[in-house]
């Protein structure tokens, strides 16, 4: 606890998730070879050699997440995930975390919005016993009732918990507030009051309709040998019942129109936590490196304009971004910073300034040229180890991506031109239509932000939920 | 990732056999050394599984090198670090770095200061250079010191305020200290922040940052002979001079608990508990560190299986001690579940402790924390900015890098009753400090808190 950092570690992770950056002008990289396999049952295995380091990485994704949990109940697939380590039929949660921490294992698993995954990771010399815990796990959950009461009670504390620091949850309000009735707007880490009203039954069924071969992709990456390691997985997940299974389907959210504005009272809170933005864009938009590069400059790195003016040249903060946050169907865009109280008003209008600047002015070749070159040599370390490896090939089969989203990637980048970038710009960067949420003191703030939407929503941070009802209903549709 | 390096070479035209031959094991992690003429000791890890670069750069100066009245400068100083220099005025450096491919960080402790650096290879030379000029040449404008002074108070308004594990452990170690620098916080007393001056900036950079008081590593995309070239061309002319005077004090033996408590709204209770144990560079450091990981390590872990899974009273628990030069505090770090009194969460803490210092541990228990010391090894070496990190702390704390590759041979030879002499020799009622964060309604009116 007695670190501190230049930059705020988290600020650069939702950065991250917009597209990391970087330079270097020769060449293409490749993604290493791997070997895509389906099983009878329906399972596909990708499998990639890594041989640096004597480890194992496991990474799979389920295609169901928070968005298939019923109305009222939303949590359940995360609850789900959570308890496959907490009892098999042959295994008690203790003997799961004793056998795996004698290895020095690593295997949890968890829940988003589209999809749910586990991640595992052995030493090499104990891939047995590692793909004993990983196999009875995934296929022979018991969700035995005391360990369920007993984790649906730690995540409602969870979420308490989480109140007490606004960066924690500010994402679960926006969401709310920003998707409005479309099922992106629910949390899927579930919420004070569907949390409680979560059955055994509940996750059972959820399990039972979902964790199928066929819905499932696993990657392993690591130090094997293909052949052998294809038969061993063969063998071992053959024992998987194949069963018909639903793949979740999300229509895209319609933008928000106009403006409007959540407030969050926090009557303790010294700064504003905010984020404004709007409806962007899916994984798989067509112009999503173009995105990428245009966002890279606007909030995507440290001399970003945001960071730039707010941070930089202000000191009006410690962190300013912006990112995209790509699903299967459009996710969310946003802008977000923290401020004093007393600088809410000139922070919050400096950051808007910037989003009209780059419609009005915007960018340059030069800076095209540095976000180009940074992007580009950001990239490399990114997909370095393993479980890295492990998560990109399984998240890319996911999402129906080959595996030229990597081996093209620096040639288009380098294909982006400035005409490109202002198109970009028009379509996908918000200008008059903008949802804020602030998390603040009420009392100090609650006047100044009245000035940024007619329309003014207020909630206390120690109400139940997320507000998912604030919103004022976006909407749903194609 | 060797095989990355392969798909490199092919673009670039190489041979398609390299991409499918098994790659060969990279498991010695060999380290080469030179040391400059003025001091800096640099550390080189070759490693071409990608491009890249992770370059770390260790200065011995931290929060515990401070004095009353000017707390938290070392850190400010790190933020100093890039607003501007001679060659590379303000937000150059940054700029340079980013247009290259680079990106940065750092972090200030209370021993070191630590400045890293992530690039392709391709910018090797653009960062010696900003590296040098930085340390040669600092600019100090009284401008930019006011504007990063708010980028530092808003950082504590995040870390602190508006955290309630900072407010709290802010205080923890205020109470467990009360002559030693670890006393007061990394980041500073907020009046602090506002009240240092340009001169004791300047003098903190002359203290902290002779070449002599650094330490270098660069693991990734490199070859020992071009960074001994480089360091030697940009590094080597930047003249050294006396390193930060010895910290003297030394925190005399507690005579006996201390508690503390923290009122503040939150939706949940916090407890810290801390106990004073010896500095990184001891005997005591490995049967310490069997120690943490039997206790916190999994949800096999003594104190995962009693208060969150078994009795349900805490929603977390964590803690452990960190790399330091002079003794430092092992703590417990604990969120006590919704309605549970922190008092009962305490005792049960405390009733794991005895069981700890009366009954030892298993053999199973202690194989458990090697292996898991193992895994975490090679974990730490799965990446050119894990292998700079690691490779430069043990450098740096335990006086040595080998230390690094004999850890496992050290670990052998821990035993359980070492592990038993742990806790009983340091987590007693005398030794103790205890905070606990009490929430508390918000207040009817608006109250000012500046």
Same mark, same amino acid.
């Given at each position: 606890?007695?670190?501190?950092?230049?930059?705020?570690?988290?600020?650069?992770?939702?950065?991250?998730?917009?597209?990391?950056?970087?330079?270097q002008?020769?060449?293409?990289?490749?993604?290493?070879?791997?070997?895509?396999?389906?099983?009878?049952?329906?399972?596909?295995?990708?499998l990639?050699?890594?041989?640096?380091?004597?480890?194992?990485?496991?990474?799979?994704?389920?295609?169901?997440?928070?968005?298939?949990?019923?109305?009222?109940?939303?949590?359940?697939?995360s609850?789900?995930?959570?308890l496959?380590?907490?009892?098999?039929k042959?295994?008690?949660?203790?003997?799961?975390?004793?056998?795996?921490?004698?290895?020095?294992?690593?295997?949890?698993?968890?829940?988003?919005?589209?999809?749910?995954?586990?991640?595992?990771?052995?030493?090499?010399?104990?891939?047995?016993?590692?793909?004993?815990?990983?196999?009875?796990?995934?296929?022979?959950p018991?969700?035995?009732?005391?360990?369920? %009461?007993?984790?649906?009670?730690?995540?409602?504390?969870?979420?308490?918990?989480?109140?007490?620091?606004?960066?924690?949850?500010?994402?679960?309000?926006?969401?709310?507030?920003?998707?409005?009735?479309?099922?992106y707007?629910?949390?899927?880490?579930?919420?004070?009051?569907?949390l409680?009203?979560?059955?055994?039954?509940?996750?059972?069924?959820?399990?039972?309709?979902?964790?199928?071969?066929?819905n499932?992709? +696993?990657?392993?990456?690591?130090?094997?040998?293909?052949?052998?390691?294809?038969?061993?997985?063969?063998?071992?997940?053959?024992?998987?019942?194949?069963?018909?299974?639903?793949?979740?389907?999300?229509?895209?959210?319609?933008?928000?129109?106009?403006?409007?504005?959540?407030?969050?009272?926090?009557?303790?809170?010294?700064?504003?936590?905010?984020?404004?933005?709007?409806?962007?864009?899916?994984?798989?938009?067509?112009?999503?490196?173009?995105?990428?590069?245009?966002?890279?400059?606007?909030?995507?790195?440290?001399?970003?304009?945001?960071?730039?003016?707010?941070?930089?040249?202000?000191?009006?903060t410690?962190?300013?971004?912006?990112?995209?946050?790509?699903?299967?169907?459009?996710?969310?865009?946003?802008?977000?910073?923290?401020?004093p109280?007393? %600088?809410?008003?000139?922070?919050?209008?400096?950051? +808007?300034?910037?989003?009209?600047?780059?419609?009005?002015?915007?960018?340059?070749?030069?800076?095209?040229?540095?976000?180009?070159?940074?992007?580009?040599?950001?990239?490399?370390?990114?997909?370095?180890?393993?479980?890295?490896?492990?998560?990109?090939?399984?998240?890319?089969?996911?999402?129906?991506?080959?595996?030229?989203?990597?081996?093209?990637?620096?040639s288009?980048?380098?294909?982006? %031109?400035l005409?490109?970038?202002?198109?970009?710009?028009?379509?996908?960067?918000?200008?008059?239509?903008?949802?804020?949420?602030?998390?603040?003191?009420?009392?100090?703030?609650?006047?100044?932000?009245?000035?940024?939407?007619?329309?003014?929503?207020? +909630?206390s941070?120690?109400?139940?939920?997320?507000?998912?009802?604030?919103?004022?209903?976006?909407?749903?549709?194609? | 990732?060797?095989?990355? =390096?392969?798909c490199?070479? !092919?673009?670039?035209?190489?041979?398609?056999?390299?991409?499918?031959?098994?790659?060969?094991?990279?498991?010695?992690?060999?380290?080469?050394?030179?040391?400059?003429?003025?001091?800096?000791?640099?550390?080189?890890?070759?490693?071409?599984? !990608?491009?890249?670069?992770?370059?770390?750069?260790?200065?011995?100066?931290?929060?515990?090198?401070?004095?009353?009245?000017?707390?938290?400068?070392?850190?400010?100083?790190?933020?100093?670090?890039?607003n501007?220099?001679?060659?590379?005025?303000?937000?150059?450096?940054d700029?340079?770095?980013?247009?290259?491919?680079?990106?940065?960080?750092?972090?200030?402790?209370?021993?070191?200061?630590?400045?890293?650096?992530?690039?392709?290879?391709s910018?090797?030379?653009?960062?010696?250079?900003?590296?040098?000029?930085?340390?040669?040449?600092?600019?100090?404008?009284?401008?930019?010191?006011?504007?990063?002074?708010?980028?530092?108070?808003?950082?504590?308004?995040?870390?602190?305020?508006?955290?309630?594990?900072?407010?709290?452990?802010?205080q923890?170690?205020?109470?467990?200290?009360?002559?030693?620098?670890?006393?007061?916080?990394?980041?500073?007393?907020?009046?602090?922040?506002?009240?240092?001056?340009?001169?004791?900036?300047?003098?903190?950079?002359?203290?902290?940052?002779?070449?002599?008081?650094?330490?270098?590593?660069?693991?990734?995309?490199?070859?020992?002979?071009? !960074?001994?070239?480089?360091?030697?061309?940009?590094?080597?002319?930047?003249?050294?001079?006396?390193?930060?005077?010895?910290?003297?004090?030394?925190?005399?033996?507690?005579m006996?608990? =201390?508690?503390v408590?923290?009122r503040?709204?939150?939706?949940?209770?916090?407890?810290?508990?801390?106990?004073?144990?010896?500095?990184?560079?001891s005997?005591?450091?490995?049967?310490?560190?069997?120690?943490?990981?039997?206790?916190?390590t999994?949800?096999?872990? =003594?104190?995962?299986?009693?208060?969150?899974?078994?009795?349900?009273?805490?929603?977390?628990?964590?803690?452990?001690?960190?790399?330091?030069?002079?003794?430092?505090?092992?703590?417990?770090?604990?969120?006590?579940?919704?309605?549970?009194?922190?008092?009962?969460?305490?005792?049960?803490?405390?009733?794991?402790?005895?069981?700890?210092?009366?009954?030892?541990?298993t053999?199973?228990?202690l194989?458990?924390?090697?292996?898991? =010391?193992?895994?975490?090894y090679?974990?730490?070496?799965?990446?050119?900015?894990?292998?700079?990190?690691?490779?430069?702390?043990?450098?740096?704390?335990?006086?040595?890098?080998?230390?690094?590759?004999?850890?496992?041979?050290?670990?052998?030879?821990?035993?359980?009753?070492?592990?038993?002499?742990?806790?009983?020799?340091?987590?007693?009622?005398?030794?103790?400090?205890?905070?606990?964060?009490?929430?508390?309604?918000?207040?009817?009116?608006?109250?000012?808190?500046?």
């Amino acid at each position: 606890m007695n670190q501190t950092s230049r930059i705020f570690r988290i600020l650069l992770l939702l950065a991250g998730l917009a597209l990391p950056a970087a330079a270097q002008t020769t060449g293409e990289l490749k993604l290493p070879p791997y070997k895509s396999v389906k099983l009878k049952n329906g399972l596909t295995l990708l499998l990639m050699e890594q041989h640096e380091v004597p480890l194992i990485s496991f990474s799979a994704i389920v295609g169901a997440g928070g968005v298939a949990d019923p109305a009222g109940k939303e949590g359940i697939a995360s609850v789900t995930a959570g308890l496959l380590r907490k009892g098999t039929k042959t295994r008690t949660a203790d003997q799961i975390s004793a056998e795996l921490d004698f290895i020095g294992g690593q295997l949890g698993a968890g829940a988003g919005a589209d999809s749910s995954s586990i991640f595992a990771e052995f030493v090499k010399k104990d891939l047995a016993k590692g793909l004993d815990l990983l196999t009875d796990v995934m296929m022979n959950p018991s969700f035995a009732p005391d360990e369920t %009461t007993k984790l649906l009670k730690q995540r409602l504390d969870g979420i308490k918990s989480a109140k007490d620091q606004p960066q924690a949850v500010i994402g679960q309000y926006y969401s709310a507030y920003l998707f409005g009735k479309h099922p992106y707007a629910r949390p899927a880490g579930g919420d004070e009051i569907s949390l409680a009203a979560i059955m055994r039954d509940d996750i059972a069924k959820f399990y039972e309709a979902n964790y199928v071969p066929g819905n499932t992709i +696993l990657a392993v990456v690591g130090d094997f040998q293909t052949a052998e390691m294809e038969k061993i997985l063969t063998d071992r997940f053959s024992a998987w019942p194949a069963k018909a299974s639903a793949p979740s389907h999300v229509p895209d959210a319609a933008p928000a129109t106009g403006k409007r504005l959540l407030l969050v009272d926090k009557p303790d809170s010294t700064q504003s936590f905010f984020w404004i933005g709007n409806v962007g864009i899916s994984r798989t938009n067509p112009d999503r490196v173009g995105i990428q590069v245009v966002n890279t400059l606007f909030g995507g790195r440290f001399t970003s304009w945001l960071s730039t003016e707010l941070r930089i040249k202000n000191g009006l903060t410690y962190g300013a971004s912006s990112f995209f946050d790509r699903r299967l169907a459009r996710g969310g865009f946003a802008i977000t910073s923290f401020t004093p109280n007393a %600088t809410t008003e000139r922070c919050i209008d400096l950051a +808007l300034e910037q989003l009209k600047r780059l419609h009005e002015k915007g960018l340059t070749e030069e800076e095209l040229k540095s976000a180009k070159a940074y992007i580009k040599g950001q990239f490399p370390p990114s997909i370095e180890t393993s479980d890295q490896l492990a998560n990109l090939i399984a998240t890319l089969r996911f999402y129906g991506l080959g595996d030229e989203e990597i081996n093209t990637f620096y040639s288009k980048i380098d294909a982006m %031109t400035l005409a490109d970038a202002k198109l970009v710009i028009q379509q996908y960067f918000p200008l008059d239509n903008l949802v804020f949420v602030v998390i603040g003191k009420a009392s100090e703030v609650g006047t100044v932000v009245k000035k940024y939407a007619p329309k003014v929503d207020t +909630l206390s941070i120690s109400a139940p939920g997320f507000g998912a009802t604030a919103g004022a209903g976006s909407g749903t549709g194609n | 990732m060797r095989l990355i =390096r392969s798909c490199r070479r !092919i673009a670039l035209g190489c041979v398609f056999a390299a991409l499918l031959a098994p790659a060969g094991r990279a498991q010695s992690f060999e380290v080469k050394t030179h040391t400059l003429k003025n001091g800096i000791k640099i550390l080189v890890q070759e490693d071409h599984s !990608i491009p890249n670069v992770a370059l770390y750069t260790f200065y011995r100066i931290g929060s515990r090198n401070e004095r009353p009245g000017t707390t938290g400068l070392s850190h400010f100083f790190e933020h100093m670090m890039f607003n501007g220099a001679k060659k590379y005025g303000f937000g150059e450096f940054d700029r340079a770095m980013e247009a290259n491919g680079g990106s940065n960080n750092a972090y200030t402790t209370q021993n070191v200061t630590v400045y890293q650096d992530w690039f392709p290879r391709s910018a090797l030379e653009l960062i010696f250079d900003e590296e040098a000029d930085r340390i040669r040449d600092l600019s100090f404008d009284p401008k930019i010191i006011e504007s990063e002074r708010n980028v530092v108070r808003n950082e504590r308004k995040l870390s602190v305020d508006n955290n309630n594990f900072g407010v709290l452990n802010e205080q923890l170690w205020a109470t467990a200290y009360t002559a030693h620098p670890y006393q007061w916080p990394v980041l500073g007393w907020d009046v602090d922040i506002v009240n240092w001056k340009m001169e004791d900036l300047q003098n903190h950079f002359r203290m902290g940052y002779s070449p002599s008081n650094a330490t270098m590593v660069i693991s990734g995309d490199v070859s020992f002979e071009e !960074i001994v070239a480089l360091a030697e061309k940009y590094l080597e002319p930047i003249p050294s001079h006396d390193p930060p005077p010895k910290v003297t004090t030394q925190e005399p033996e507690q005579m006996g608990e =201390r508690r503390v408590v923290v009122r503040k709204f939150g939706q949940l209770p916090i407890l810290q508990v801390a106990y004073h144990v010896p500095q990184t560079n001891s005997p005591e450091f490995y049967p310490l560190q069997i120690l943490e990981t039997i206790l916190f390590t999994g949800q096999s872990s =003594r104190l995962y299986q009693r208060l969150v899974d078994k009795d349900q009273l805490a929603l977390f628990v964590g803690g452990g001690w960190d790399w330091s030069f002079d003794p430092t505090l092992f703590e417990f770090n604990i969120r006590p579940r919704a309605g549970v009194d922190p008092a009962k969460v305490e005792q049960a803490l405390y009733d794991e402790i005895t069981r700890l210092q009366s009954g030892g541990i298993t053999d199973q228990e202690l194989e458990k924390a090697k292996n898991i =010391r193992t895994a975490e090894y090679y974990r730490q070496m799965k990446t050119i900015s894990g292998k700079s990190n690691v490779i430069g702390t043990y450098e740096v704390f335990l006086g040595d890098y080998h230390k690094l590759f004999n850890a496992a041979a050290e670990y052998a030879k821990v035993s359980k009753e070492d592990v038993q002499r742990m806790a009983r020799q340091y987590f007693n009622e005398k030794n103790r400090t205890v905070a606990t964060l009490i929430p508390e309604a918000p207040a009817q009116k608006p109250q000012e808190k500046k």
